[in-house]
């Protein structure tokens, strides 16, 4: 036979799972939550899942669906669907049996030997491709993967980033170069788009990986006991495949930042230094990443070493949608458009661009680069979108961007992008913000006498005070949304700065513990931890918050609703010498709330909500009595013996004097 037919079907990277496939031939494609599927029952190898292994169709399948699979790979808006027509003879005629295995001759790339002078040939001849699989549960692996295949091209390196969501296992012998960057969570878990793959990978049918060469980055958090257990567990299963480690893991605490760029600087040139027939050139690695730290160099100064030159950045395809309020009509939406852009053009040079061409009645705040008044949200996250490239204000997938900018949350909008930020302004006015100055000693100078201060001190105060933006700080509380009295992290940290600066008076400091006592002060904080999760000094800040709290509470001799849940779980650890996390539950729903509990369905929601990934219902009998600590895929429940007792008691007795 030599007609020529559909072989088989597969879905390449890049699906917008927008179901036009699934609508046109159901018999064939299935989308799931991320991508498209080729059905087990018109396989030949009854697999599910993209079939980037191509397997071939079945007989009848090829015979009765094939205009079916023609019209859905015509529908497929991105062209992700790839038809693999053959003469026929490819589809064997036994074919409900399993597919035989393709005869495939492979014919190896000639290993290079590498002289100092062909470093140019190892960077750019035969296969280059790399690909860095991340396990994301917040995205920050996800960003790290995205920003170190940009950086790969700078290696000679061809990087592709996969999710581990949907990657298909069996195409991972084929690749020479393999970098996995990976969070940890629950206990020591795989975040969920890497369960999948790692239940397939710790399997006895996992494929042997004898032709890979890897390395890892393992993102995760030294407070937890099973500190980056997911980085450890791909690190030795590849190992154990036969997989060959070219540079040893590297695990990463919550500032994550620096030990991942120097990570990304070592495995890069590893990488690099595998050539097109996966041999590994050890002795080329230093001259790589001299090669690429003079090329920046160079590229820095400029051919004559002085001038700056012209930094062309790559044209981003972004789609931009716009949160619009127009309040004439009090009317609502969104406005979305899809425009070439260069990565180095910063968010408000964007939006600038698309109210000259597009609409000239978007708007926004506009200002110099670092004004406070123009931050925005985009992607959910708060910037001050002069000082953003676009290239770096969120992953690039496919060349393409996605942004969905929006005003501050936490203030009422004006119009489209412009909030409201006077209730922050009286807010600070009502703090009375203004210095008054104790009498104090000072320095006898030739400009006069001057009032001097320790440098740590003055350090400490500045960064306390060191935000680029009030309204930014603001609108990270979850407080502020929910309450319009409450003065919000950015008046609270200038008051706390004030309140430890030498040069405040007794008096005005009465005045502003006042403040920061009163219901609209640090008491009505919810959670530090949405401040602590922004870019900058936000760390700081949301520890300079929380030494307020402490200040607050221990004032006021740990009364009132809060005081007492901290007074009581101080209490539980004193008198027992153990810190049990149920006593934090119970102090706080008491008995009638975890009756409560079970009547409401909030212990129903947490057995079914979260063990759908398959955890325990109970991590224990401590579960059945204090829910929700111990019920679900919920951290397992700690009751610990403290080390240092005495010091525990000695903490609390002077925190509480009644004791
Ligand atoms: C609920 C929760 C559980 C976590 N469990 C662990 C853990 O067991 N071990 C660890 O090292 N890190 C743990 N982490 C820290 C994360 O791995 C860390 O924040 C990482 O940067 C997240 O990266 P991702 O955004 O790529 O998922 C946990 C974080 C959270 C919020
Ligand atoms: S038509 Fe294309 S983009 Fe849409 S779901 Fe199918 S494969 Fe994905």
Redesign the pocket.
């Known amino acids: 036979m030599d007609f020529m037919a559909i072989f088989s079907v597969f879905i390449d990277d890049g699906c917008i799972v927008c179901d036009a496939c699934e609508e046109a031939a159901p018999d064939i494609f299935e989308v799931t939550e991320d991508t498209c599927f080729i059905k087990p029952d018109a396989r030949l190898d009854g697999g599910y899942d993209r079939n980037i292994g191509k397997s071939g169709l079945k007989p009848d399948v090829v015979s009765s669906l094939s205009d079916d699979i023609f019209d859905a790979a015509d529908a497929c808006p991105v062209d992700v669907i790839i038809v693999v027509e053959g003469t026929g003879e490819e589809v064997p005629e036994a074919a409900e049996e399993a597919a035989p295995e393709p005869e495939v001759e492979i014919v190896p790339e000639e290993s290079v030997e590498i002289t100092g002078d062909d470093l140019e040939s190892l960077l750019t001849a035969g296969d280059r491709t790399m690909s860095i699989l991340f396990g ?7 960003e790290l993967a995205a920003k170190f295949a940009k950086q790969a091209t700078d290696y000679g390196l061809d990087a592709a980033v996969h999710d581990m969501d949907g990657f298909d296992l069996s195409a991972l012998p084929g690749m020479k170069r393999v970098l996995i960057i990976c ?7 795989m ?1 969920d788009n890497a369960e999948e793959l790692w239940l397939q990978a710790s399997s006895d049918s996992a494929p042997n990986l004898s032709g890979v060469n890897f390395s890892i980055l393992a ?4 407070s ?6 997911s980085g450890k567990d791909w690190d030795d299963r590849l190992q154990h495949l036969g997989a060959t480690r070219l540079l040893d893991r590297v695990d990463c605490d ?1 500032d ?1 930042d620096s030990s991942a760029a120097a990570w990304a600087i070592d495995a890069l040139a590893v990488m690099a230094a595998v050539d097109g027939s996966g041999q590994f050139h050890e002795n080329q690695v230093e001259a790589i990443k001299d090669r690429v730290s003079g090329a920046a160099a160079a590229g820095a100064a400029g051919e004559d070493g002085f001038t700056v030159p012209e930094t062309a950045a790559e044209v981003i395809q972004a789609e931009i949608s716009i949160f619009r309020y127009d309040p004439v009509s009090a009317t609502t939406g969104k406005d979305t458009w899809v425009c070439a852009l260069p990565g180095h053009m910063s968010v408000l040079e964007s939006l600038r661009a698309l109210k000259e061409t597009h609409d000239g009645t978007l708007t926004f705040r506009d200002g110099p680069s670092d004004d406070p008044a123009t931050a925005i949200s985009v992607n959910g996250r708060l910037i001050l979108p002069g000082s953003v490239r676009l290239d770096s204000v969120a992953p690039i997938r496919d060349g393409g961007l996605r942004l969905r900018i929006e005003p501050l949350p936490s203030f009422d909008v004006v119009r489209d992008l412009v909030v409201d930020h006077w209730p922050l302004e009286r807010g600070r006015e009502s703090s009375k913000p203004w210095m008054v100055a104790a009498t104090r000693e000072g320095a006898d100078t030739a400009q006069g006498v001057v009032g001097t201060m320790d440098p740590s001190t003055a350090d400490i105060l500045h960064s306390i005070t060191d935000f680029c933006s009030a309204p930014l700080l603001h609108s990270c509380s979850d407080a502020t949304p929910h309450s319009e009295a409450y003065l919000g992290p950015a008046v609270l940290a200038r008051t706390w700065a004030r309140i430890n600066d030498p040069r405040s008076s007794e008096s005005s400091i009465v005045g502003m513990q006042d403040v920061m006592d009163s219901k609209e002060g640090i008491k009505a904080e919810t959670d530090l931890a949405s401040i602590r999760r922004q870019n900058g000094s936000a760390r700081i800040i949301a520890d300079a918050l929380l030494d307020a709290r402490t200040s607050t509470l221990s004032r006021g001799g740990f009364n009132g609703r809060h005081g007492k849940h901290v007074w009581w779980y101080s209490w539980s650890v004193k008198s027992s010498g153990r810190v049990n996390d149920t006593v934090i539950y119970r102090q706080v729903l008491g008995p009638m709330g975890l009756l409560g509990n079970l009547f409401s369905g909030v212990t129903a929601r947490m057995v079914f909500g979260f063990t759908r990934t398959g955890g325990n219902v109970f991590n224990g009998m401590l579960g059945m009595l204090a829910p929700p600590a111990g019920i679900g895929k919920m ?1 397992k429940q700690f009751n610990s013996s403290v080390d240092h007792h005495h010091e525990v008691v000695a903490i609390f007795n002077e925190v509480d004097g009644r004791f």
Request: with cysteine; hydrophobic share 15%; net charge negative.
């Open positions: 994301s549960q917040s995205g920050n692996s996800e969070s940890t969570w629950g206990e020591g878990e975040p993102l995760g958090d030294t937890y006991e099973f500190y980056c257990q919550v994550y951290p």
